[in-house]
């Protein structure tokens, strides 16, 4: 059977969360802490939390260049919330060591929405998703001021980009991980399923 071993960046942030939800959505989820450890995953989830302590940590524990190889190479990966900003071939106003990962030509504006007393949640209408709208929790959230040629918007909430794919890179300003609803995280799965090789399977 095709089930796809998905990581999640175990470094900061809302790991268990999405470990519920991608396991929900018929992978094999597991978290991520070790360049051994991303060797063994076929995608990787970067949760949301605190973008910059997030890079800083991918740096200390040896992931960062591993990772960005991988990305590079074509493994599927999902950014949200502070995600999408490692996603992000640029940020608009990063702080002092802030590092990317890159993989998505955009330019992102961190904590774009507001501070945390400002979270809210939405309806989000996004492409590729069926059915009625995903719930978006909005926390600190980003969002993209703009995309390269290369890189499809998804989804945008008030004027705003919230949800990005190019290739194997997806991007998302929300947390859907927070809601019960694991139509993105299935999204995903078939991403990564999609992206194995048949010797791999």
């Known amino acids: 059977m095709n089930t796809p071993v998905i990581g999640v960046l175990a470094l900061q942030g809302d790991v268990r969360e999405h470990l519920i939800a991608l396991a929900a959505a018929d992978a ?32 200390l524990f040896g992931v960062m ?11 599927p990966v999902y950014g949200t919330c502070a995600g999408m900003i490692l996603l992000a071939d640029k940020i608009l106003d990063p702080r002092s060591g802030q590092e990317t990962v890159g993989g998505i030509d955009m330019i992102v504006r961190r904590n774009a929405f507001g501070r945390q007393n400002e979270s809210f949640e939405a309806a989000v209408d996004v492409r590729g998703v069926e059915g009625d709208p995903v719930e978006g929790v909005f926390i600190r959230a980003p969002w993209v001021e703009s995309v390269g040629a290369a890189a499809e918007v998804l989804a945008e909430h008030d004027g705003h980009i919230v949800a990005v794919r190019q290739g194997n890179a997806l991007a998302t300003s929300f947390h859907p991980e927070l809601t019960g609803d694991h139509r993105m995280h299935a999204l995903f799965v078939e991403m990564v399923r999609a992206n194995r090789t048949p010797e791999s399977l």
Do not use: F, H, Q
């Not at 978290?31 to 800083?56: C, F, N």
């Open 28 to 59: 094999v989820a597991r978290p991520v802490r070790r360049p051994e450890e991303l060797a063994e995953v076929d995608g990787l989830v970067l949760p949301g939390g605190e973008s910059t302590t997030i890079s800083k940590l991918a740096v």
């Open 65 to 75: 260049e591993p990772l960005r190889a991988r990305v590079r190479g074509g493994m």
